[in-house]
């Protein structure tokens, strides 16, 4: 039957205590998953995994070889960020298939880093049909892989589990720190070792020393200290003790009393829901999550965070030595897994730079150097985020990657400049034809020819490339101007000869239409002036005709209000004689009705012609009593009119003075205006530095915040140490009172003799 080793994952808890009891049959049930769960992402959530199941990642083949996974492998090589393992070895277990999962656990550090906890097991530690060789080999490979190495186990710390832990004092013989030096010490290997969780299943015991309590780490430490005797068998258990003690510096121990009290319970333990396992062990088993998740760290080799890549090379690297029969050395493993990843972000940073080399760019040693520094730069960012390790590897392949940069370089500029000097001299042979073509031309001109050139030589500077490309174009020009343009010249100066002769008789024509220019420059010039004069005094005619305009509408709004109120005033007077007329109306009707009536009365009433004559007169009294109040109200309407007249003149006078204050108020206002604008922006720019201000502020909290929690723990594990410190003084003094008594034993015998 085969052991293997492999990997847990988000399905698995951090150990896997088995629960039984029949210590013949230790099968083992997983614990329940810890209550936080782990995410499907790793490496920032560029990978996604899906869910949990089982692989393999280190077996044993059936020739004896130790052998990975291909799958568990390529799983591995997904976890891109920070890792740590945390492996699970039992004692006494039948080998059987080892259990891993593709999804690791995404954790938190205290100090806020993220890593991905991959949990290992290693089922069969010192089985019955292995060899001791080979149960240390596969406990030496899970130490050395692990940040935290959880060893659990039914019952108590006795001189028997000590024997099963045996192999540790092996591990010396099998793993080595450095290639040279001989056999490695405890001591040294404790460097490289994890923290050492001792897992006591079924625990039933009561945990006192001197009638007072102890915690699981006292107990542990009583066990591994050195008991007193001699005797080869006693040498051979506390040099166990030492080597456990060197090699695992950094020890705890947790105790889990059994899960459930009936057997039939324990024989279903896997079906049984977490609420009806007994509370003690429920206790127990989120102390022991508790420290899983708090003290494990990413795996470290040097100053290099381990990750998934390089924990599958590391691993591989082990069991290549160990399959040639060879001692695994730390040093040369981590050594070839540097040598492995440098060599892969080699090739991968000659893949950036050969596909971010930009080949567009022209034949121009300024371009093609800036093209080389950006695909070097893209390189080198591409070696750096693959290649692991600071020391002599990576600068070796560093050095080797830039010697491939400058000659990749050079063989690229070397092949450019020979294309763009060959397309230079296919295009100077083009322009030539051109050339000689314009110069042989009838009716030719030289400006015509230079304009040629000139456009000739502009799309040789914009199409043309290289170093040669101005050597070329200096040696076209020569030609040109030794060739075609002489000839040009030539033919160009007889021909102007000829024209000299004939423009001397003209010099005199020429003479005299000058001195008519020199005239008609001088007569517009003064046309000019006297243009500029009529128009400046046009503006300021049209400037004054503006104002006045502005001023006519003005005073005619106001005289357009001033005849309103009049009009309303008048229209009151002409009411009020209206009124009049028609009482005088009314009274000269009464009057002829009167006449009437005094007629009627005279010839058929001569007896009431008193009364009448009474009442006429009365009537006439009344009326003349009227006249004089509507005569009254006319002079009083009239004084009135006069009255608003003189008003209106003074609401003028008035409405030009608040004119002249509205017009105060509107610059004040647009003064206040421009102030506001200004105090607004300082506001806002007050504002927001507040709000900058503020946020300082909830930075600083976060900062303190995380600070606190760090001081907390540093706290916590400045009392844990002040606390071994005391055991340990403790343990010396007891030690040094057991040395006395033994130096008093051994002396008694002579002092009596």
């Not at 393999?56 to 059936?62: I, N, T, W």
């Not at 042989?440 to 490339?465: A, C, T």
């Not at 009365?601 to 003349?624: C, I, S």
Request: charged content about 30%; aromatic content about 6%.
């Amino acid at each position: 039957m085969k052991q293997m080793f492999g990997f847990r994952g988000a399905a698995s808890s951090p150990a896997t205590p088995g629960a039984t009891g029949d210590p013949r049959n230790p099968s083992r049930t997983p614990l329940p998953p810890p209550s936080s769960a782990a995410g499907n992402g790793v490496g920032g959530g560029a990978v996604a995994f899906g869910p949990a199941r089982p692989l393999r990642l280190v077996y044993c083949d059936e020739g004896g070889k130790f052998r990975m996974d291909p799958e568990a492998v390529a799983a591995l090589q997904l976890v891109k960020g920070p890792s740590a393992s945390s492996p699970s070895a039992a004692a006494l277990a039948r080998a059987k298939a080892s259990s891993s999962t593709s999804a690791p656990l995404k954790r938190t550090a205290l100090d806020g880093t993220e890593y991905n906890l991959l949990l290992l097991d290693t089922e069969g530690i010192d089985a019955y049909d292995q060899t001791g060789t080979y149960s240390t080999q596969i406990f030496s490979l899970a130490v050395l892989l692990s940040s935290m190495f959880i060893y659990n186990q039914m019952g108590g710390i006795d001189e028997a589990a000590l024997d099963r832990l045996s192999l540790v004092t092996e591990m010396t013989k099998h793993i080595r720190v450095r290639a040279s030096g001989g056999r490695s010490t405890a001591s040294e290997l404790g460097q490289f070792s994890p923290v050492f969780v001792w897992l006591l299943r079924d625990f039933y015991l009561d945990l006192a020393e001197d009638n007072r309590k102890i915690t699981p780490r006292d107990y542990l430490e009583l066990a591994l200290r050195p008991t007193q005797g001699g005797g080869k068998d006693m040498h051979a258990k506390n040099e166990i003790r030492e080597s456990i003690r060197a090699l695992f510096p950094d020890r705890e121990c947790f105790t889990l009393v059994r899960p459930v009290n009936k057997e039939s319970d324990l024989q279903r333990l896997d079906q049984i829901h977490m609420d009806r396992l007994r509370p003690e062990f429920r206790a127990g088993l989120d102390d022991l999550t508790k420290f899983v998740f708090e003290r494990t760290r990413p795996k470290q080799v040097g100053a290099t965070m381990m990750t998934g890549p390089l924990l599958a090379g590391l691993t591989q690297s082990f069991l290549d030595a160990i399959n040639k029969g060879a001692v695994p050395t730390i040093s040369s493993s981590w050594q070839s897994v540097e040598e492995a990843e440098c060599r892969r972000a080699y090739d991968f940073a000659v893949e950036v730079y050969t596909s971010s080399f930009d080949r567009t760019k022209p034949a121009e040693e300024d371009a093609l150097r800036e093209a080389h520094e950006d695909a070097v730069g893209k390189a080198l960012a591409a070696f750096n985020s693959c290649a692991v390790g600071a020391g002599s590897v990576r600068l070796n392949y560093e050095k080797l990657l830039h010697s491939y940069f400058k000659k990749a370089f050079e063989d690229y500029k070397r092949s450019a400049f020979l294309e763009a000097d060959l397309q230079c001299s296919n295009t100077i042979r083009s322009m030539e034809t051109k050339l000689r073509a314009a110069c042989h031309g009838p009716d030719v001109k030289i400006d015509n020819v230079m304009q040629l050139l000139d456009s000739l030589l502009s799309e040789y500077e914009s199409s043309s490339h290289g170093a040669g490309k101005w050597k070329i174009l200096a040696v076209f020009l020569r030609q040109c101007l030794a060739g075609p343009i002489l000839d040009l010249f030539k033919r160009q100066l007889n021909r102007i000869e000829t024209e000299i002769s004939t423009l001397s008789k003209s010099s005199k024509l020429e003479e005299r239409c000058m001195s008519l220019s020199n005239a008609l420059d001088l007569a517009k010039r003064e046309s000019a002036e006297w243009k500029s004069k009529y128009d400046q005094s046009a503006s300021e005619q049209k400037a004054d005709e503006e104002k006045l305009r502005s001023q006519l509408a003005s005073l005619e709004s106001k005289i357009n209000v001033s005849e309103g109120r009049l009009a309303a005033v008048r229209e009151q007077a002409e009411s009020a004689q209206e009124e009049a007329s028609e009482w005088k109306r009314k009274y000269e009707v009464a009057v002829g009705e009167a006449k009437n009536a005094l007629q009627r009365a005279a010839l058929a009433q001569e007896r009431t012609n008193k009364k009448v004559q009474e009442r006429e007169d009365a009537l006439r009294a009344e009326l003349a009593n009227q006249l004089s109040e509507k005569d009254e109200e006319i002079t009083k309407l009239i004084a009135q009119i006069n009255q608003s007249e003189k008003h209106v003149t003074s609401l003028i006078a008035r409405l030009e003075a608040t004119e002249s204050k509205i017009k105060n108020h509107e610059t004040e206002s647009s003064r206040l205006k421009e102030e506001m604008r200004i105090l607004t922006e300082n506001l806002n720019s007050i504002k927001a530095e507040a709000q900058g201000h503020e946020k300082q502020v909830r930075i600083l909290e976060q900062e303190k915040n995380h600070l606190e929690d760090k001081y907390l723990s540093e706290c916590k594990k400045f009392d844990e140490i002040d606390k071994r410190c005391k055991d340990a003084e403790r343990e010396a003094k007891r030690a040094t009172e057991l040395a006395d008594a033994a130096r008093a034993d051994a002396f008694r015998p002579k002092g009596e003799s």
